[in-house]
């Protein structure tokens, strides 16, 4: 077990360095020259030239980048050059924006897809399959942006009953949480069924059957049970993404979350704050995936890791 996790945190490790590494070039490959946004169009060659290199945007770009993996290792992600606060500081303030809707997002999507992909399985080959297969189709098909839309249309403007815009209740929630858990539902839905079609012709289910145990206990105890690995590990990594890709929901919905303030940082080219922000995605995406991989023991004690 100890192996394990060593050797998972060493993959989540070199994982993270690879992302820091690709946000870094990524950022610096994008035309413009941030001394001259933060500058403004007042600023004459010479005040440009300063700040370029009090920014330390004048050394070659393998010297910058040592810099920054230097700063890194020592857990310091640099100074937002907009702002002036640390960068840590900036993702801190965003954070539990971000975690509380990406929770609300996972929240709707176990909710309405581990039942529908259940009731399909089990139903199999009904006009229930037929249709929620074709619903979970059209819902991994369709953009976020464009569901988030149609939602604001609908419920905000037509309806006028719910809020598209910031944090300030819990009505506020819904429009996104939306958005984001619909689409995460259809996948959880089409991986529930196919997990609980290969379940229910076990043995042991036609067994628990011959036995007269009820419906419920034999679908829900026995087989969902069974078939939860493949549901644990799509729940865990979708969570990642939704920790670490909220990026058009939270600018759509203008949600105060770190997707929007890297959208923010980009167009000031602020890039400490992008790289910094892209850095804390990646490293949220490994540890859901390392937890994910350590639930599979818990719920099936048969798995050696």
């Keep these: 077990m100890a192996s394990y996790v060593l050797a998972k945190s060493a993959f989540a490790l070199v994982v993270i360095l690879g992302a820091a590494t690709c946000s870094f070039l990524l950022v610096h490959a994008i035309p413009g020259d941030p001394a001259d946004a933060l500058a403004g169009p007042q600023a004459t060659q010479e005040d440009v030239r300063h700040l370029r290199a009090s920014l330390g945007l004048d050394r070659p770009l393998l010297v910058q980048y040592g810099f920054y993996m230097r700063n890194l290792v020592r857990g310091d992600l640099g100074h937002s050059y907009r702002t002036n606060r640390s960068v840590r500081e900036e993702i801190a303030s965003r954070w539990p924006a971000t975690f509380s809707l990406s929770l609300a997002s996972l929240l709707v999507a176990m909710v309405v897809g581990v039942p529908l992909g259940v009731a399909a399985a089990v139903r199999r080959r009904s006009w229930l399959d ?32 719910l809020p598209f815009v910031g944090r300030d209740s819990l009505a506020n929630y819904v429009l996104p949480s939306l ?63 939704l920790l670490s890709g909220q990026v ?14 890297i959208v923010d940082a980009l167009l ?38």
Excluded at 218 to 225: F, M, P
Excluded at 252 to 259: E, L, M, N, Q, T
């Design 179 to 241: 958005t984001l858990g619909l689409g995460v539902a259809a996948n959880i839905a089409r991986l529930t069924r196919a997990s609980m079609l290969d379940v229910l012709g076990q043995d042991y289910i036609r067994t628990s059957r011959a036995k007269g145990l009820s419906r419920l206990r034999v679908v829900y105890v026995h087989a969902l049970r069974n078939a939860s690995i493949p549901i644990v590990t799509i729940v865990g990594l979708q969570w990642g993404i």
């Design 248 to 261: 058009v929901t939270e600018t759509v919905f203008a949600w105060p979350g770190v997707g929007r303030l």
């Design 268 to 305: 000031t080219r602020d890039l400490l704050l992008v790289q910094g922000g892209v850095l804390v995605m990646a490293l949220t995406f490994a540890v859901m995936n390392l937890l994910t991989d350590l639930a599979y023991g818990v719920l099936d004690p048969r798995i050696r890791f």
């Design 130 to 161: 037929t249709g929620s297969m074709v619903g979970s189709l059209v819902g991994v098909s369709m953009p976020s942006f464009w569901l988030a839309l149609l939602l604001i249309i609908l419920f905000s403007v037509k309806l006028k009953a």
